[in-house]
C-alpha cells in the first residue's frame, strides 16, 4: 500500500540556519504531496502542497518539490525562526474521496 | 481557517463509559474525517463519510462507531472507553468537489483521556 516515510527527530536548529526535513512516498498511483504544520496545542493546518511532478508548492518562506524520479518531497526553509517550531506531518493523497496518508511527523525546534 | 470546530476540547472519563466526541463544520462539505493522533503513529484514520448516513471503516477502527444524519455533524463514538484510547481526535474535511479535492482541513483536535 501507499506510506510516507519522514525523517525522524527532534531536529533543533539555529534561528537563521537552513532547515531540511526529509520525506519519500510510495505509492501506486500518482498522490498530491502535502506538508501540513501543528503548532503546539492546535489543530494541523496546510502548509503547502504539489499535485504532479515537478511542481513546488511554497507557503511562508518553506519550499517542496515533487520530484517523481526520487519518489521525494523534502521540505525546505532558507532561515528559519523561532516561530517555525512545530512538528511537521508529510502527507499523500489522491483526488476525491481517499485518506490522507501521513508520515509520522518530525519535530523541530527552533533556538535563538 | 475552515470553519471547524470540535467538543469538547479536552475529556477525562473511565474506563468502561460510552463517550462521544462532536465534529461540526460550516463548510458544506461533502467529506468528512476523524483521526487519532499518538506519539510514534503520527495520524491514523479511524473512520470517514462521504455523505450523510454513508461512512466507511479506517485503519484503525475497531472500538469507535460513527453517525452522520446532518451534512454539517459527523459523530464519533466509543462505547466502552478503554485506556488505548486516550489520544487526541482530529476531524478534517475535504471538497467532493472542485481543485482542491485533494486537501484536508483540520479541526482544533479533542485531547481525550481514559483513566
Known amino acids: 500500500g501507499d506510506s510516507v516515510t519522514q525523517m525522524e527527530g527532534p531536529v533543533t536548529l539555529s534561528e537563521e ?25 492546535e489543530g494541523l493546518q496546510l502548509l503547502l502542497k504539489a499535485t504532479k511532478a515537478d511542481d513546488k508548492g511554497s507557503n511562508k518562506g518553506f519550499e517542496a518539490t515533487y520530484r517523481k524520479e526520487t519518489t521525494s518531497f523534502h521540505l525546505e526553509k532558507g532561515s528559519v525562526q523561532v516561530s517555525d517550531s512545530a512538528v ?25 | 481557517d475552515a470553519g471547524i470546530t470540535q467538543s469538547p476540547r479536552h475529556k477525562v472519563t473511565e474506563t468502561g463509559t460510552p463517550v462521544t466526541l462532536r ?20 495520524l491514523r484514520l479511524i473512520h470517514y463519510s462521504y455523505g450523510v448516513k454513508d461512512t466507511d471503516k479506517g485503519e484503525v477502527s475497531d472500538g469507535y462507531s460513527v453517525s452522520r444524519s446532518k451534512t454539517e455533524d ?3 463514538t466509543l462505547e466502552s ?35
Open chain 1, 17 to 41: 540556519a537552513f532547515l531540511t526535513i526529509n520525506c519519500t512516498y510510495t505509492a501506486t498511483g500518482y498522490p498530491s504531496l502535502f506538508w501540513y504544520v501543528q503548532y503546539p496545542g
Open chain 1, 88 to 112: 511537521y506531518f508529510c502527507a499523500l493523497r489522491y483526488m476525491g474521496n481517499t485518506p490522507l496518508v501521513f508520515g509520522k511527523g518530525t519535530r523541530l525546534s527552533v533556538i535563538a
Open chain 2, 23 to 42: 465534529c461540526h463544520q460550516t463548510e458544506n462539505h461533502r467529506y468528512m474525517y476523524w483521526y487519532r493522533q499518538d506519539p510514534g503513529h503520527g
Open chain 2, 74 to 76: 459527523f459523530l464519533l
Open chain 2, 81 to 115: 472507553a478503554t485506556s488505548s484510547q486516550t489520544s487526541v481526535y482530529f476531524c478534517a474535511i475535504s471538497e467532493s468537489a472542485g481543485s482542491n479535492t485533494d486537501t484536508q482541513y483540520f479541526g482544533p483536535g479533542t485531547r481525550l483521556t481514559v483513566l
